[in-house]
């Protein structure tokens, strides 16, 4: 397994600067990040799958060292497939710890060749959350410290539709 790459998986939906940040640090660990996003039935998703795949790369597409993959089930079962050994976490605080926590001791029984590695967010991303930012949309709040504009840009799209 590569030792160059890190999976960072989650439902990017929506993607929040706090995402950002936590891509562009990881790849000061990591050669390449492939951000997985994860297929996830019984979740109902703001934007479809299609749509959170295009902002991802819309928002990095200068950058080779990021891949962008949807994937369904096991983060270890994809971590295999990619031939990665690293899975890439972001802790904002000790809730995200114990949950976070879980889901690594469970991939390590699993598969216990694949590390997860956990990153604090910088401190204006610390209370970010993609639900947190789901209920500002709802609320018709302002999400300009919050996500980049190309998710500002599918919200009013959708909004409007």
């Known amino acids: 397994m590569n030792r160059d790459i890190a999976i960072l998986p989650g439902s990017f939906d929506p993607l929040t600067l706090g995402h950002v940040d936590l891509i562009n640090r990881g790849l000061k660990l990591f050669n390449t990040i492939i951000i997985g996003i994860g297929v996830n039935s019984k979740k109902n998703y703001m934007f479809d799958i299609d749509t959170r795949k295009r902002i991802l790369e819309s928002i990095f597409d200068n950058n080779t060292n990021i891949i962008v993959k949807s994937y369904k089930g096991l983060t270890v079962d994809f971590c295999k497939k990619e031939n990665c050994k690293y899975i890439l976490r972001g802790?904002?605080?000790?809730?995200?710890?114990?949950?976070?926590?879980?889901?690594?001791?469970?991939?390590?029984?699993?598969?216990?060749?694949?590390?997860?590695?956990?990153?604090m967010p910088k401190k204006e991303h610390r209370f970010t959350s993609s639900t947190i930012?789901?209920?500002?949309?709802?609320?018709?709040?302002?999400?300009?410290?919050?996500?980049?504009?190309?998710?500002?840009?599918?919200?009013?799209?959708?909004?409007?539709?």
């Open 91 to 119: 802790l904002r605080s000790s809730i995200d710890f114990e949950y976070e926590q879980s889901i690594a001791s469970t991939n390590q029984e699993i598969d216990d060749s694949i590390e997860t590695i956990f990153l």
């Open 133 to 161: 930012v789901k209920e500002i949309i709802k609320n018709n709040g302002k999400l300009t410290k919050f996500v980049p504009n190309l998710v500002i840009q599918e919200v009013k799209k959708k909004m409007f539709d």
